[in-house]
């Protein structure tokens, strides 16, 4: 259908201008799973050239590994990056419950309000998350 | 709307010169009576202003591949008179008939049975004739169905569509008759209740066309056929070699397992056929119909 036939400007995305809950969703769980799949390879990335751990540097806490985390959490940046990541994370597993739900059936006409309480239930998380992540003093 | 109201106020004024030599008590019924025959005139001149000179603007999608200069898609503008309880397709219908007698859409019996009228209104699908004007923010955008072929105008190729439709073999074949032939072939009340929102599709292809997934891939079946489909499939009376062989047609790579509940279709149902309900309980269906362990 949609590859047939070219409408020009008229079949332009943007004359889509009511996007319900369950394409909100749809959209937000695509994007947090890609963002979670971006930090497992970063997380991966950087561990395992920070896993030379010496026992005697380590006892100290001088090893390359706390090294590294110790930067890292110097720096704000990753600081908000963090709580971005758990925003990201909370919302997934929510609307991956939500998703479950559906797919078992159970409650399919509140779906929307299931995708609200998600969204509201991760900000509350978040905006309680802050004072541990960005609280902490930067080195 | 303008001329009535101009003659509305040279009235009073009429009235307003009249009084000036009476007593002060004339002058005082004279005065209340007047702001009554004021209130009175202001009432009927709105009602007839609500009546007849409320307008509602359309921008309404154009385009005739067949006639020269028309075949740039376009929109074109018309300013239709409301009246309560109008609908998008009365003033389609109103617009076609007074203005411009080439503007096409399909329409047929005006209340939402046909299924003929689905439109992409104001950045949605809906049924024309079930649509409520006064539900809608001017001014009211009219296309046709996204992601399908125009023919022209407001009609779109609705081929695919019931093509997709039948596909699943939307037809009811019971494995055993009764053996009186005037016998009704009867279901329980508790399998109506489950199949009873199925029956109520209108072929309008509002799913369809709302369907991101229907949208990138041609061989998906959609929200419409995969409900037709649940309405057989989930009908008791059906027979078991009948059913078997809608359920393969269903679980194929570009059958319900495409839906990834967006609830698009479920959303612009004009008949509220909880669309999404129907293919997940498909998708569980199929799981079940394969995952026999005795």
């Known amino acids: 259908m949609s590859q047939s036939y070219n409408r020009g400007t008229v079949e332009d995305f943007g004359r889509w201008r009511e996007f319900t809950a369950g394409m909100w969703a749809w959209i937000f769980h695509k994007f947090t799973g890609w963002v979670l799949v971006g930090y497992l390879f970063t997380h991966i990335a950087v561990l395992s050239t920070a896993i030379n751990v010496d026992p005697a540097a380590a006892q100290s806490s001088a090893d390359i590994y706390t090294n590294t985390i110790a930067g890292l959490e110097s720096l704000l940046v990753v600081r908000f990056l963090e709580v971005g990541l758990l925003a990201v994370a909370v919302f997934h597993i929510l609307n991956g419950i939500r998703l479950l739900m559906v797919d078992l059936g159970v409650g399919l006409e509140s779906q929307d309000k299931s995708f609200y309480a998600s969204l509201v239930l991760t900000g509350a998380i978040v905006v309680a998350s802050v004072p541990t992540f960005l609280g902490g003093k930067l080195v | ?294």
């Open chain 2, 1 to 294: 709307m303008s001329t009535q109201i101009e003659q509305q106020e040279t009235e009073t004024e009429e009235q307003e010169a009249e009084p000036e030599v009476e007593s002060p008590g004339d002058r005082r019924r004279a005065a209340k009576r007047q702001r009554l025959q004021e209130e009175e005139a202001q009432r009927v001149a709105e009602e007839e202003t609500l009546d007849d000179e409320e307008t509602v603007h359309l921008k309404v999608f154009r385009y005739d591949p067949e006639v020269e200069g028309k075949q740039e898609p376009r929109f074109d503008d018309f300013t239709v008179p409301y009246h309560k309880g109008m609908t998008v397709l009365d003033a389609l219908i109103y617009a076609r008939d007074r203005y411009d007698s080439s503007l096409t859409f399909r329409h047929s019996c005006r209340q939402a049975v046909c299924g003929s009228d689905a439109l992409f209104v104001n950045g949605r699908q809906r049924l024309g004739c079930k649509t409520q004007l006064s539900d809608l923010e001017d001014p009211v955008r009219i296309e046709p169905l996204p992601h399908q072929e125009v023919v022209k105008d407001l009609v779109v190729d609705m081929e695919h569509f019931y093509d997709q439709m039948e596909a699943v073999e939307p037809f009811f074949d019971p494995d055993e008759l009764p053996e009186d032939d005037l016998e009704e072939q009867r279901q329980t009340r508790e399998n109506r209740e489950t199949v009873k929102m199925s029956t109520r599709c209108i072929w309008c292809g509002a799913c369809m066309s709302s369907c991101n997934i229907a949208a990138g891939d041609n061989e998906y079946l959609g929200p419409a056929a995969i409900n037709k489909a649940y309405r057989f499939a989930m009908d008791e009376r059906e027979g078991e070699q009948r059913k078997q062989e809608r359920l393969r047609i269903i679980e194929q790579e570009h059958g319900v397992w495409r839906c990834q509940t967006q609830f698009s279709c479920t959303e612009v149902c004009p008949k509220d056929i909880p669309l999404t309900e129907h293919i997940q309980a498909l998708k569980r269906e199929s799981v079940k119909n394969n995952l026999k362990f005795w």
